[in-house]
């Protein structure tokens, strides 16, 4: 007897044209699982097209059939709602993600269910793991894909998952019940990267299946411009936020600003040095003062297995890499822009500091961690 429960979470909007086709693929499903008794909550938020109503009279046919509405609030939303309530009135030992356009292979869910009861509490539906497939694609969508995919790993520091950005994955919830979704201010699809974040700091162990993503054939996508911008925005939220490392390297940061700018300003105003000539001594001066106090403050706590001169040596390729940043953004804006120098100097420093910590956390003082599991199934041969 199947004593746990699998639940796949649909969020919809406008899918009356899919919902019926998906639905009986998915519970076609229930036979190929031994272990797990499947049900299927669509969240639906109060759709025009009449998605709901559709939900409601395939109730009849399929008892573990479920509809949660409500108004719209974006993709995360919904799939915030959605894995809480199947927890805590299924008692859902499995959450499945996945989307209601037919874009998501529902024959992959035996595979998901089988291979986390090996002990994998997160598995991915990978679009760009070796065997994975995008299926009608556009060169513009697929370069979104790839760009999204590089920049979440670049400000994660999890490089080794191909699909960051996926959306379809099955998830235990004793897990999901360790994520703080309170903070999480997300509504659309920078929602999954997000998502991913919170699972991996958790302590998920990973599992990536390869998946032919297949292309929409009805309905709309719902990727908007908005979602661009929130994904971007998100990802400074990834980097940065709850982070004491950012706070003392921002503190370290302020004191090489007052560095920075004393020098400029002695070298301009004292010297009368020209300013293309000023701004590099007073760059350099700050790149040594941010090392020694971040070595010996900011990055105290992580492991130094590499000599203080290797270290020296990186901080000092990564600072001058972002103070070339400085340099053109300060020149950018006081020449092409007439913007006052000390001022275009504080605007190219604070883009310089994004780029300072991001290089440096990842690469200088490089964190000692286990590495993520990296094993790819190919569902094509299973």
């Not at 709602?81 to 805590?88: E, H, L």
């Not at 994520?179 to 201010?185: I, P, R």
């Amino acid at each position: 007897m199947k004593d746990k429960i699998a639940t796949i979470v649909l969020p919809t909007y406008n899918e009356a044209e899919n919902i019926p086709k998906i639905i009986p693929l998915i519970f076609a499903q229930q036979q190929l699982i031994n272990t797990h008794h499947l049900s299927v909550l669509v969240v639906d938020d109060y759709s025009p097209d009449g998605t709901g109503e559709i939900v409601k009279s395939m109730q009849k046919e399929y008892p573990d059939l479920h509809l949660l509405e409500g108004d719209k609030q974006g993709l995360g939303n919904a799939y915030i709602k959605g894995m809480q309530y199947a927890i805590d009135q299924f008692d859902s030992d499995l959450i499945i993600q996945m989307d209601a356009d037919l874009q998501h292979d529902p024959d992959i869910i035996p595979l998901f269910i089988t291979l986390q009861n090996f002990d994998f509490s997160l598995i991915i539906g990978s679009r760009f793991a070796p065997g994975g497939e995008t299926r009608g694609f556009t060169f513009y969508r697929r370069l979104l894909s790839n760009t999204g995919n590089f920049l979440v790993r670049l400000f994660s520091g999890i490089p080794r998952i191909h699909d960051c950005t996926s959306g379809f994955r099955c998830i235990r919830s004793d897990l999901i019940k360790k994520c703080d979704f309170s903070d999480m201010s997300v509504k659309g699809y920078s929602f999954q990267s997000a998502l991913l974040y919170e699972l991996l700091r958790n302590g998920a162990r990973v599992l990536e299946v390869p998946i032919v993503f297949h292309p929409r054939t009805q309905g709309e996508s719902k990727l908007y411009t908005k979602d661009l911008f929130e994904f971007m925005y998100n990802l400074f939220r990834i980097r940065f936020h709850k982070s004491k490392e950012f706070i003392k390297f921002g503190i370290v940061g302020a004191t090489g600003v007052l560095v920075n700018m004393g020098i400029l300003i002695f070298l301009t105003r004292g010297m009368h040095l020209s300013l293309e000539l000023a701004s590099p001594v007073a760059i350099e001066t700050s790149i040594i003062t941010n090392f020694i106090l971040n070595n010996l403050w900011t990055f105290k706590a992580r492991s130094k297995k590499d000599s203080i001169l290797k270290r020296f040596t990186r901080f000092h390729i990564v600072s001058f890499t972002a103070g070339i940043v400085n340099y053109i953004v300060l020149l950018m804006l006081t020449y092409g822009l007439g913007v006052f120098d000390l001022l275009a100097n504080l605007i190219g420093i604070a883009a310089a500091t994004v780029v300072n910590y991001i290089l440096n956390s990842r690469w200088t003082w490089k964190r000692s961690e286990e590495p993520l599991v990296d094993i790819h199934v190919d569902q094509r041969t299973s």
